[in-house]
């Protein structure tokens, strides 16, 4: 079966500081993967999305990138932290396990991480 | 600009009672619809996901329905627990070239009171 992990799982930085949030899939091969933010009061937000290693595209602008250097590991970071980044950090997979005929009907389904909690103070 | 909106925000039931969340999508082109369930500090499981050709998908106690043209989904939720507190999302996916983006909206607090 297919896991997601997220690591670390909660995260207090300065402004100012560097980011790096890792997210990996296990069970699975070539997944489309996606970063959420959750900030309090709003609802999810797709910051980030990737259908290959080397391929992001990004939603929205903002002081963050992502890469994905493996297959089934997405990272999300940050040079410099603002206060605005504050929140809860979902990282997503959806996959082909139905293969195209699926993904073209629509049965594409995304599964998601625990999430890191990140405070920036 | 595809939104989505819950209604209610917030919602107390005592035990047993069956409820009604609303989800409403402004951009009737969709994907599919997903509903998902967030407890406290947790990351989102996925209840149900109706393909936008479909009119309903069941499982357990939950049903979920959608009205393309009308941009409504609701999702039915029978003999309440306590167990089924949580907050409940509704996401709508819409083609995004090699994905599937999600929009969601903000939410419903369920309270189920024993």
């Known amino acids: 079966s297919q896991t997601i992990h997220q690591w670390p799982a909660t995260l207090v930085q300065p402004v100012g500081s560097p980011l790096s949030l890792e997210c990996t899939v296990e069970?699975?091969?070539?997944?489309?993967l996606y970063w959420y933010r959750q900030a309090a009061g709003r609802g999810l937000q797709l910051l980030f999305y990737?259908?290959?290693?080397?391929?992001i595209s990004s939603e929205v602008p903002q002081n963050l990138s992502a890469s994905r250097p493996q297959d089934r590991q997405f990272i999300l970071s940050s040079k410099k932290l603002l206060l605005s980044d504050s929140g809860f950090y979902l990282c997503?997979?959806?996959?082909?396990?139905?293969?195209?005929?699926?993904?073209?009907?629509?049965?594409?389904?995304?599964?998601f991480g625990p999430g890191t909690r990140l405070l920036v103070l | 600009k595809q939104e989505v909106t819950q209604i209610p925000a917030a919602l107390s039931v005592p035990e047993g009672e069956n409820l009604v969340l609303n989800c409403s999508f402004t951009d009737s082109a969709i994907y599919n619809l997903q509903w998902f369930r967030q407890d406290p500090g947790k990351g989102l499981t996925s209840l149900l996901l109706i393909q936008s050709s479909q009119r309903e998908q069941t499982s357990g106690r939950l049903n979920a329905s959608l009205d393309k043209s009308s941009g409504r989904s609701t999702l039915y939720i029978a003999a309440s627990q306590p167990g089924d507190s949580a907050t409940y999302l509704c996401a709508v996916g819409y083609y995004g070239g090699a994905t599937n983006k999600l929009i969601f909206g903000t939410g419903t607090l369920l309270a189920v009171q024993p």
């Open positions: 069970g699975t091969s070539n997944p489309n």
């Open positions: 997503a997979w959806s996959g082909v396990d139905r293969g195209l005929a699926g993904w073209l009907a629509g049965e594409e389904t995304q599964y």
């Open positions: 990737s259908v290959g290693i080397g391929q």
